[in-house]
C-alpha cells in the first residue's frame, strides 16, 4: 500500500503563492498518474490538477493559469506551485495516486479515479 505525505500548507494572503508538496513511497512511483485535489469546508472534494506518468497534465477551469502541477520521479515527489490565490482556494489539499493512464483522456481526472490519498494539508488565503 503507497503512502504519500503532503506539505506546505498554511496561511497566505490573496495574492500570494503557496508551494505544496507530496511525497509518495514505494518503488514504482514512476508508474503512477498523481494528482491533487481539495475539499473546502461543506463542499466535495474536487479534482483540481494532474499529471500522468507521461507527464500530461489536466487542471480544473478555476485554478488553471494559476496552479502548476510537477513530478519529480527521482525523489517520488509531486508538487503544486499555486500562484495568485484568492480567499475561494481556502481548503484541506489532498494528494492522491492513480494506477490508470488516462491514455487519450481529454478532462480532468475525477476524484473516484484515484485509489490512494495523503491525509492531506490546510491552505487558508485571506483577504
Known amino acids: 500500500q503507497v503512502q504519500l505525505v503532503e506539505s506546505g500548507g498554511g496561511l497566505v494572503q490573496a495574492g500570494g503563492s503557496l508551494i505544496l508538496s507530496c511525497v509518495a513511497s514505494g518503488r514504482t512511483f514512476i508508474s503512477y498518474t498523481m494528482g491533487w485535489s481539495r475539499q473546502a469546508p461543506g463542499k466535495e472534494r474536487e479534482s483540481i490538477a494532474v499529471?500522468?506518468?507521461?507527464?500530461?497534465?489536466y487542471y480544473a477551469d478555476s485554478v488553471k493559469g494559476r496552479f502548476t502541477i510537477s513530478r519529480d520521479n527521482a525523489k517520488n515527489t509531486v508538487a503544486l506551485q499555486m500562484n495568485s490565490l484568492k480567499p475561494e482556494d481556502t481548503a484541506i489539499y489532498y494528494c492522491a495516486q492513480s494506477y490508470n493512464d488516462f491514455w487519450g483522456r481529454s478532462y480532468l481526472p475525477k476524484v473516484a479515479e484515484f485509489g490512494s490519498w495523503g491525509q492531506g494539508t490546510q491552505v487558508t488565503v485571506s483577504s
Open positions: 499529471i500522468t506518468r507521461t507527464g500530461d497534465t
